[in-house]
């Protein structure tokens, strides 16, 4: 039996791969397996019992990445430091049975003094530049839209530095949660870009926030279009905000990688702010990902 | 009988006093009966039912400020407009019945073309200032801490413009609903100056508020110093970036009206931006402002 199995075990969900050696998709499953919802001990044996058979990968190689390798997953492997390569990233492969992979998460210096950490973001990084001569070369930007988003600077081929926002999470407890709350989609373009304009240069955004009810209040905002205006005010402040903390020139073009309809929202809040961007499926970038640390495990 | 009933209507609580007319307190209870928790028409069914009885003030003429006044509240007692002073704001009382009137809230103008709103600020502002002449000359900045913190500019006894920070509620969101929750208390001065730092200029909140969970898995906060942290990030963000946006020089001085303990990590939070600042009791304040308004409406 060839190939092997490839794993990005998250937080909420656990997507599983059987791919050849060169990357191809032999078979693909979603586990409701996300590492939140796991006892002590149960990743392991959820592996072998579910995944495994499952995924028809018996006796296959594996290789994990993501939560799965935090202390709420199988077992810890620890961050590795940035600036790294591909080949510093696989050095610090935690095997932790035989023929079971697990990728590290990536550690680098933040904003004041914290720390910067990452974990399964890496594996896209990577994965988006295997095989693209071009994208290892000089100075790139990724961008991974989400609930902790993460910037991502690349020089050479190696990641040099990132910053976490924490967009997704500050969106979805505020429309929960707080006195902006609502069921509204994320559907009016018109009311994004003027959450966007909003935000400004990202700075008082406990002040901009309040004017997401006010308008309602108003009448110059519909109640229904208040999520997508939320939306363009988080995002607007994120994309106005980080790329100064990156030193990033306006002509930069930044690498969107995630899901396609947080990237098109993405794309349009970073060209108020003259920026272009490009789009990468998450899922081809991580099985692009373990598939260039799996040849070079095999090697 | 002398005197009157003044409340205190918000949310959550219903705070009345019973006064003289030179606004000395007779008697002092709190209601809960927060307009939050109110079916439609319960306010005045419960106004005569529970409060007039229990502070002795049958056929005592009342005023009432809050969000009393609001949709949520007896009934609407519309915004009046900015610039405002003691007496545009008296004549929008709303009586309600033969002898009860609602203070109304204050509009103005805020950011990007939105409005801005305030119920209940309004009689503590002008509390805060009667019969103190110099708070009437020149000038004057009060900032009310809280769930949505009010910052309110004065000019020669007038109200000309205020903001809106959802300081206290974005706080209280992320530490119930987020990666970053915890119930530790906001004890730790260090934590909380370590995260007013940290919040730099007010720009970047998305990034610098991953900052908080970073240094705690990094071990350079401690988990029991998150929410002193968290609060510092918040309050630090509010300080450096609401004075800009009303264009108050370094030399302002800050009136602080509400909670003591909170007012305290705003002075020292304001002093780290060189600002000095100056506590108001919130409950004095109320007192003062609906005795002046009673006043005004007997002569």
Tied chains: 1, 2.
């Excluded at 909420?12 to 791919?19: E, G, H, M, V």
């Excluded at 304009?197 to 700075?203: E, L, P, V």
Aim: hydrophobic share 45%.
């Amino acid at each position: 039996m060839a190939g092997f199995l490839a794993c990005d075990w998250g937080t909420t969900n656990l997507r599983a791969w059987r791919l050849d050696d060169d990357g191809a998709v032999l078979d693909h499953r979603d586990f409701a397996l996300g590492v939140a919802k796991l006892a002590p001990g149960e990743a392991e044996r959820r592996f072998h019992a579910d995944v495994r058979p499952q995924m028809e990968a018996e006796g296959l190689p594996a290789i994990l990445c993501g939560m799965v390798g935090s202390t709420l997953g199988w077992k810890v492997a620890p961050y590795v430091e940035c600036p790294i390569g591909l080949e510093g990233l696989r050095s610090g492969l935690l095997e932790v049975e035989d023929g079971v992979l697990i990728v590290p998460g990536l550690k680098g210096p933040g904003l004041n003094g914290a720390p910067e950490v990452l974990r399964g973001e890496e594996t896209q990084v990577f994965g988006w530049m295997a095989g693209k001569d071009d994208r290892q070369r000089g100075r790139r930007v990724v961008c991974h839209p989400g609930t902790h988003a993460k910037w991502v600077v690349l020089e050479d081929g190696r990641v040099v530095r990132f910053l976490t926002a924490m967009t997704g999470e500050l969106y979805d407890v505020l429309r929960r949660h707080s006195v902006l709350r609502s069921d509204a989609a994320v559907d009016d373009g018109n009311a994004f870009l003027e959450g966007v304009a909003a935000a400004g240069d990202g700075d008082a955004l406990a002040t901009s926030l309040f004017t997401t009810r006010t308008r309602v209040v108003a009448g110059s905002l519909p109640a229904k279009a208040s999520n997508s205006y939320l939306s363009g005010l988080l995002i607007g402040a994120e994309v106005a905000s980080v790329p100064p903390l990156l030193d990033l020139p306006p002509e930069t073009t930044v690498a969107l990688i995630g899901e396609p309809v947080l990237c098109q929202w993405y794309t349009a809040a970073l060209a108020t702010r003259g920026f272009t961007s490009t789009f990468h499926d998450g899922d081809q970038a991580v099985i692009a990902g373990l598939t260039a640390l799996h040849r070079g495990a095999l090697s």
